[in-house]
């Protein structure tokens, strides 16, 4: 009889295991954007855990404000050695779920860095780049227009602004190659571990929409850009880097592990604390 009911608890402690297993979520990193603070993905970070209790959700708290507008090599390496015991303690690999210009600083930790990220969800992020003054831009630089920014941006000073490095004027793009020292480093295939640790990746979830006010395009949260010489936009598959397949890309969309939500009437502030955002777009991809 004893035997028999070790057995039985033997039993259930392997169905509760299984059960366990089954319910365990993958963590999940966070990461907001320019001239703001992790309290602003407060939102987010609730929505995750009321939609699966008991994920491990690591909201990061660097770079918060002015110290947003550093230079962009400086956050990647600054927040990935933030999240760096985190990623490497979950084996089967953690979800980032980053905001605007906080999802040019995950993806450059994606590219250099071979980290086991699962889906990462760049949430109307200017990943073509940006070339638009908007409310922040105006608040920097109140007195230039998007004509003019390339003087500023396009030297050795304006590189040291986070702005700058992904700044994509289409009417000089000879200086965007030549002053450039993050957008156009991501994305031209020159160091070939950017694209090994980027395949590495299994989803790739693109959120953006035609309301947002402030990535400009907004076809950019697609990896959509203006033409050379225009300001007439052209999709993902018309770009040269997804056409040389020089970081990525194209592979990732042969392999069906791209995902693009274009979402109406949603504002640029308001993408983390949408929650139907969240219950459409992001949470079915965090499993």
Not at 15 to 36: D, E, F, K, Q, T
Not at 98 to 120: A, D, K, V
Not at 146 to 162: C, M, N, P, R, W
């Amino acid at each position: 009889m004893t035997l028999y009911y070790r057995d039985l608890v033997c039993l259930a402690c392997l169905i509760l295991g299984a059960v366990s297993s089954a319910n365990a979520y993958r963590p999940v990193v966070v990461m907001h954007g320019i001239l703001s603070s992790y309290d602003y993905m407060t939102d987010m970070v609730q929505f995750i855990q009321k939609a699966h209790p008991g994920t491990e959700v690591l909201n990061v708290n660097a770079y918060n404000y002015a110290k947003s507008v550093l230079p962009m090599w400086d956050q990647v390496n600054g927040v990935q050695a933030k999240i760096q015991s985190f990623v490497k303690s979950a084996p089967d690999g953690v979800h980032m779920i980053c905001y605007s210009q906080g999802g040019l600083i995950c993806r450059g930790i994606l590219e250099s860095f071979p980290t086991n990220i699962h889906t990462f969800v760049s949430l109307s992020s200017p990943q073509a780049g940006q070339y638009g003054v908007t409310e922040y831009l105006k608040y920097l630089f109140p007195n230039c227009t998007k004509e003019h920014l390339y003087l500023v941006f396009y030297t050795d000073a304006g590189q040291h602004i986070s702005v700058g490095g992904y700044w994509n004027d289409p009417y000089h793009q000879e200086l965007y190659d030549q002053y450039g020292e993050f957008l156009p480093i991501l994305n031209n295939g020159s160091n070939p571990a950017f694209k090994s640790n980027f395949l590495k990746v299994q989803r790739l979830v693109l959120i953006g929409g035609p309301d947002d006010g402030v990535i400009t395009p907004w076809e950019s949260s697609q990896f959509g850009f203006y033409d050379v010489n225009s300001e007439n936009v052209s999709p993902m598959s018309s770009q040269d880097f997804y056409l040389k397949d020089s970081f990525g890309l194209r592979s990732l969309e042969a392999s069906d592990k791209i995902t693009s939500y274009t979402v109406p009437g949603v504002q640029h502030l308001d993408w983390p604390s949408n929650q139907d955002v969240f219950n459409k777009y992001i949470e079915p991809w965090l499993d």
